[in-house]
């Protein structure tokens, strides 16, 4: 069998890109203007979900230090808190963590094909992009990982050119003022905003799914997650401000397409055209990110017989090749029924639940004495600001978006009820 921890800083760094920078960036900015948000409140509201990131990533870092296994919060929840959450975790996220923004970013990477080239099938194209990744991935570690980078050097490349075209381009004085308004960065839709950039952010933790396959986890996924997410807060801010200096935010308000817009602006249709053309090779990353990602928690899901056993069984490369096309087949069929913007705040919200709850974990880990690699910088004060701002975003959530977080509570619900009636399945919890 051929060696599997073989994954370096440089491939882990480039999947923790990957994962991060997908559809969020490119669709949210006019949301938050729908909410009410100023330029400035909306620089402020990315440049905040950097930091929560980066406290998460801090943690996460020393998780996976210590735990150096594939499944990120399922494998962490269920040791070291109890496995019910590590079970409602493992269910819920593999089709609302992975396999439903899989289908989102197939969609949004083919509505931006189909926006130039009249009569392209979505649908049918995105579930086909879905398999052909997928086959890529199902195969060999090695070459995924090498695309993968390729595919990451090249997403970085384009935004880095998109944002230096629009500084660089002759234009009148910016098209907004950025000034923030104190009054509603204490709101509900405040919050809503943060939980939008948290969706963008989500991502940051990719490393710790993949433990089971990194060379020297003890230093890869600690650094790996600081360098992919300081990267990415850094391009996230430097392209909200090139959106917001072209176009007034007040014509952005309900905007999906932002990237098309400030092109269209600067450029023409022309231009216009060809930015649309290049977001969608650059959404080919995430698409394969998480398709290399998301498998790992289903294998380790189901080496504790919480899924079939042959999800767990590896090819002579040491890939789990049907778990892989166990996900590809939950994400094809998702985009020939759903829609990513229904789904948005449901996602974010979730996942926000359960890094809170592997954060807790770490505190745990260090409560208990097993936490031998302390790699968490700024601990305590790192997990404590982290989960001061998600249970704020929570909270406020609740309020201001009622029906989609208690569908997504009601989830929650469901999957421990589920978990009732496999408990005796289930891992100890350490």
């Known amino acids: 069998m051929a060696e599997r921890r073989i994954l370096t800083i440089v491939p882990t760094s480039a999947t923790v890109i990957a994962n991060m920078i997908g559809t969020g960036i490119f669709t949210t900015t ?14 402020l509201g990315w440049f905040l979900g950097g930091i929560i990131a980066f406290c998460g990533a801090l943690c996460y870092g020393e998780l996976g230090a210590n735990m150096p296994h594939s499944g990120g919060e399922y494998f962490y929840l269920t040791r070291l808190l109890h496995p019910s959450l590590g079970f409602v975790t493992g269910w819920v996220e593999l089709i609302v963590g992975f396999a439903a923004p899989i289908a989102a970013v197939a969609m949004a990477l083919n509505l931006y094909l189909g926006a130039v080239i009249a009569g392209w099938p979505v649908r049918i194209m995105a579930a086909a992009m879905i398999i052909g990744v997928a086959a890529l991935h199902s195969y060999d570690l090695h070459m995924g990982s090498r695309v993968q980078s390729a595919l990451t050097i090249m997403k970085v490349a384009l935004i880095l050119l998109f944002i230096a075209g629009v500084f660089f381009s002759p234009r009148p004085a910016p098209a907004n003022a950025f000034t923030v308004n104190p009054g509603f960065l204490f709101s509900s839709a405040f919050a809503v905003v943060l939980v939008f950039v948290s969706f963008a952010y989500s991502g940051w933790n990719a490393a710790a799914y993949i433990g089971a396959d990194l060379r020297d986890p003890e230093r890869t996924l600690p650094w790996a997650s600081l360098i992919g997410t300081g990267t990415v807060a850094a391009l996230y801010v430097m392209l909200n401000v090139s959106y917001l200096t072209v176009v007034p935010s007040a014509e952005l308000a309900g905007v999906a397409e932002v990237g098309n817009v400030v092109a269209t ?3 023409g249709s022309t231009g216009g055209n060809i930015v649309s053309l290049l977001i969608s090779l650059t959404l080919l990353c995430p698409l394969s990110a998480m398709i290399l990602v998301a498998p790992r928690m289903a294998e380790a899901m189901s080496n504790d017989g919480l899924l079939p056993a042959v999800l767990a069984k590896l090819n002579s490369r040491n890939v789990p090749t049907n778990a892989v096309m166990f996900i590809a087949a939950i994400s094809a069929m998702i985009t020939m029924t759903s829609s990513f913007e229904r789904l948005l705040i449901y996602i974010g919200f979730t996942l926000n639940i359960f890094a809170a709850l592997a954060v807790i974990a770490l505190i745990r880990l260090r409560q208990t004495g097993q936490s031998k690699h302390k790699t968490c910088m700024g601990y305590p004060f790192t997990p404590i ?25 009601a989830t929650l619900a469901v999957a421990f009820i589920v978990y009732l009636f496999r408990s005796k399945k289930a891992p100890a919890a350490i």
């Open 30 to 43: 006019g949301l938050m203007v729908t909410l009410g948000a100023s330029a400035g409140d909306i620089l």
């Open 265 to 267: 602006r600067l450029w």
């Open 385 to 409: 600001v982290f989960l001061i701002f998600t249970i704020w975003m929570t909270v406020w959530s609740i309020q201001s978006q009622p029906v989609a977080t208690l569908t997504a509570l």
